[in-house]
């Protein structure tokens, strides 16, 4: 099992840091937010994209994902989502990451809408991401919480450059066991999202293994060769504990959970 951060947990840190901090506390690889207000997003030019790269391979370390926020299944015309979609899978192939991360982003229209335009959507950036060798992933989140709402849109799709990452979070606040979001996620799945929170009211970001978040349940379902990324939302909750201090104790506490899981 290979472990990963996401760069939301260390929002703003450069590069550099950010390889040195992963190499340093036994990560492989690293999630990095596609954020303007980030040191790596669309708007980088080749000679910025190729000093990313070089830092990253100078660390050792794997450039996992790169995060997104496009909205597939919004309302509203298809062409500046798929733009949008096009201009994060050419920064994920200029700096070798196997993944594009986006939203559902359903909101409040018929879940069937949104399912047919996220599926449409996705067919034509799929076609777009094989040519480039990088896989979209649609995440468990927002309108499409659970391993089957994500399922829903996946299977008509049918292409192997469209696949699913699991967040942990969004199907256990529908309810939806571990093993059930496996079983609707495993045809499609490309890596996992972990972290922890206390209660479905406190969402702010805990240590792994501090909340209630069914972790071991959902990493018993995985086989080895997945990737595990922790998903620690600091951006968002900046009085939360700071992240490097607590990566150690994560990744130990991930690796137990997988020597009883086995």
């Known amino acids: 099992m290979a472990f990963a951060f996401s760069t939301l947990g260390v929002p703003g840190m450069p590069v550099a840091e950010v390889t040195a901090l992963a190499a340093d506390t036994g990560y492989q690889g690293v999630e990095l937010r596609a954020h303007p207000e980030e040191p790596v ?129 969004h199907p256990w606040l529908r309810g939806e066991e571990p093993a059930v979001t496996h079983a609707s996620l495993s045809p499609f799945l490309g890596y996992v999202q972990v972290k922890d929170v206390a209660s479905a009211e406190d969402l702010a970001p805990l240590p792994l293994g501090a909340g209630v978040l069914p972790l071991a349940g959902c990493l018993e379902t995985l086989t080895a060769r997945t990737w595990l990324s922790w998903e620690y939302e600091k951006r968002w909750y900046p009085g939360a504990a700071d992240l490097p201090d607590l990566l150690v104790p994560g990744r130990k506490h991930l690796e137990r959970l997988l020597a009883t899981a086995r």
């Open 41 to 169: 997003h669309p708007g980088l030019g080749r000679d910025e994209r190729a000093a990313v790269v070089r830092e990253f391979e100078r660390a050792g370390v794997a450039i996992l994902s790169v995060c997104g926020y496009t909205r597939v299944g919004g309302a509203g015309d298809d062409a500046p989502v798929l733009d949008e979609i096009g201009e994060l899978l050419v920064l994920a192939a200029d700096l070798g990451a196997p993944y594009v991360r986006i939203f559902p982003g359903g909101g409040d229209q018929d879940p069937d809408t949104a399912d047919a335009t996220a599926a449409r959507r996705l067919g034509a950036a799929a076609e777009t991401a094989a040519g480039l060798g990088v896989r979209i992933l649609l995440e468990t989140h927002d309108s499409h919480r659970s391993g089957a709402d994500v399922s829903r849109v996946l299977g008509p799709v049918g292409h192997r450059h469209a696949g699913a990452l699991w967040d942990v979070l």
